[in-house]
């Protein structure tokens, strides 16, 4: 479970917060969904939540550790797969696996079976042994999302996760994410892709100009349009049409 209170960030030489006060808890056993505009403050929210950015107020727990107290330990509970890939060129991809499973502490026999198990499920246990540097993007990507995997996180985190992926290793990332849900972890990840949010997300939290403009199911999301607006049929709408409506609604109201 990932909760943040009151979460505020604003960047050296930037006259706006790129997160304003946000509060958010990200429950376990839920795929959780973070949609909005570019810009919108995702990939901040998740730089702070994982240790990665010091927020200027607001606090962050991860499984009810506190990230600025006890951040090594608040970091093994996680796992973080980046919005951009760059890896660290020069290594093969197996030194690279084994160095994040050394920084973790994982036994031969487990790092084993997870790279195994996963470099197999998303087609890369040909180049192990290759150098990342000779990588293409998608499989820079997959290589991280094995890495984010091999100390077997209680929170999975993915920034943007399905871009440059193909159709079978976008199949197989969803695939583990219920895998994952099922067996109680936490999943939460950003994505532009309304279809891939609208299939995969039990629960979402939509942000625009870094404050959460909603969160809750997709129904509910629907029902609250109809609540407000009056309209019938929300639940023919797709979800896309939802979000551009969601955050014009909301950007009438604050400016
Ligand atoms: N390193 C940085 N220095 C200064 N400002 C930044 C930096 N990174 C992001 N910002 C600003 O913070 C705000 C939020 O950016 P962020 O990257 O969190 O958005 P995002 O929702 O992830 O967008 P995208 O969908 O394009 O990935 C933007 O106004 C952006 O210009
Ligand atoms: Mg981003």
Known sequence: MIELFNISKTYAKSDRKAV?????????GKIFGFLGP?????????????????????????????MAERPLEAKRHLGL??????????????EYLNFVADVFGISAEERRLRIQEYSGRFGLADVLSASIGGFSRG???????IASLIHDPSNWVLDEPMVGLDPQSAFELKEIMRQRTKAGRCVFFSTH?????????????????G????????DALRRRREGVEGRKGAEEESLERLFLELVDSSRGETT
């Open 211 to 218: 404050k959460i403009i909603f969160t809750g199911t997709i």
């Open 20 to 28: 304003d006060s946000l509060s958010l808890k990200i429950p376990d």
């Open 81 to 94: 797969v980046h919005d951009n890939p760059e890896l660290f060129n020069r290594l093969k991809a197996n």
């Open 38 to 66: 570019n810009g919108a403050g995702k990939t901040t929210t998740i730089r702070v939540f994982c240790g990665a950015l010091e927020p200027d107020s607001g606090t962050v727990l991860i499984d009810g550790i506190p």
């Open 193 to 209: 892709v309304m279809e891939v949010a609208e299939k995969v997300c039990d629960e979402l939290a939509i942000i625009d100009k």
């Open 139 to 145: 499989m820079k990507q997959k290589l991280g999302v």
